[in-house]
């Protein structure tokens, strides 16, 4: 089984193949794209799904069941995806997600920096 900072890991490498590939102007233009990106929210939404609920309690100002639901949505509403909230997901959520998944991987990593 897989380790939360395992998942966490997961969670900030989808982020970044996303960051560093998208182009926000070309994903309505690129069907392509829009199902790389699409890939990724769904890989991070797994990832996020499979974190311990001590993380998830610990951490409870991430909206973890709406990345969750995302999760569900691509996989399960394809069709029903709007390319507008996809795009600003990508613009605003994401960095926030990543700042707190490297928070919570720094944490987990160094669980008692004031005992050095």
Known sequence: MRRDAERLQD???AIARIQNRVQLDQIAKDEL????V???LQIIGEATRALSSEITQRYSEV????VVGLRNKVV???FAIDLDIVTDIVT??????QATAERILQDLENPNPSSS
């Open 63 to 66: 909206p973890w069941a709406q």
């Open 33 to 36: 794209l829009q199902v790389w």
């Open 11 to 13: 969670i900030l490498d």
């Open 76 to 78: 399960h509403e394809y």
């Open 38 to 40: 699409l890939y990724h």
């Open 92 to 97: 605003d959520d994401l960095p926030n997600l």
